[in-house]
Nanobody
Framework: QVQLVESGGGLVQAGDSLRLSCAAS????????MAWFRQAPGKEREFVASISWTGEITYYEDSVKGRFTISRDNAKNTVYLQMNSLKPEDTAVYYC?????????????????WGQGTQVTVSS
């Protein structure tokens, strides 16, 4: 069982930056592909970014390419989401997810473990 705890959310203005963190309890964290998803009010949860177990391969949803960066530190069992040039449409609850596989995926059902989410609010 893997427990994921997100942190770093908050209220910022458009154009600001935030860095989200997701700490995993599993010592074999480096065997898991990781991802960030988000859910805006009244909308379904959607894919944001994913990263392979080595951190060498990343994949982004089109609207965040060039603004968001996913990374991981396997020594710290932590995955990050650096969010720059934030927009009001980035407002959502952001969830960290772990997949018991080496390869990355943008499909929610491919992920086995989920965090509780952290709120990001971007004001205009």
């Amino acid at each position: 069982q893997v427990q994921l705890v997100e942190s770093g959310g908050g209220l910022v203005q458009a154009g600001d930056s935030l860095r989200l963190s997701c700490a995993a309890s599993q010592r074999t964290f480096n065997n898991y592909a990781m991802a960030w998803f988000r859910q805006a009010p009244g909308k379904e949860r959607e894919f944001v970014a994913s990263i392979s177990w080595t951190g060498e391969i990343t994949y982004y949803e089109d609207s965040v390419k060039g603004r968001f960066t996913i990374s991981r530190d396997n020594a710290k069992n932590t995955v990050y989401l650096q969010m720059n040039s934030l927009k009001p449409e980035d407002t959502a609850v952001y969830y960290c997810a772990a997949r018991r596989d080496f390869s990355l995926s943008a499909t929610q059902t491919d992920y086995n473990y989920w965090g509780q989410g952290t709120q990001v609010t971007v004001s205009s």
